[in-house]
């Protein structure tokens, strides 16, 4: 079992900055990929971000490119997203992800899922 637990949500006027950390717990978080999704009110789970256990390989959805940073410090078990220039629609429940296969995060059929923490931006 891998236990995730994120922080750093809150709310922030549009063009801030926040970041969001994922910490992890439980079997080896060297050997998972780990990911970022976001759930908008009345909206699907959308895949944000993605990245391989070796940190070499990342993935961002279009919509966050050049704003949102994705990366690991595997000697914290912790996985961060850096948010900068932040949009209202960016507005959403932000879930941390984990699983053995960086296809099968970005998929979105990750094993492990943390609560998620809400990120409200305001215009």
């Known amino acids: 079992q891998v236990q995730l637990v994120e922080s750093g949500g809150g709310l922030v006027q549009a063009g801030g900055s926040l970041r969001l950390s994922c910490a992890a717990s439980g079997r080896t978080f060297n050997n998972y990929a780990m990911g970022w999704f976001r759930q908008a009110p009345g909206k699907e789970r959308e895949f944000v971000a993605g990245?391989?256990?070796?940190?070499?390989?990342?993935y961002l959805t279009n919509s966050v490119k050049g704003r949102f940073t994705i990366s690991r410090d595997n000697a914290k078990n912790t996985v961060y997203l850096q948010m900068n220039s932040l949009k209202p629609e960016d507005t959403a429940v932000y879930y941390c992800?984990?699983?053995?296969?960086?296809?099968?995060?970005?998929?979105?059929?990750?094993?492990?899922w943390g609560q998620g923490t809400q990120v409200t931006v305001s215009s």
């Open positions: 990245l391989a256990w070796t940190g070499a390989s990342t």
């Open positions: 992800a984990a699983d053995l296969g960086l296809g099968t995060v970005v998929g979105g059929t990750a094993a492990y």
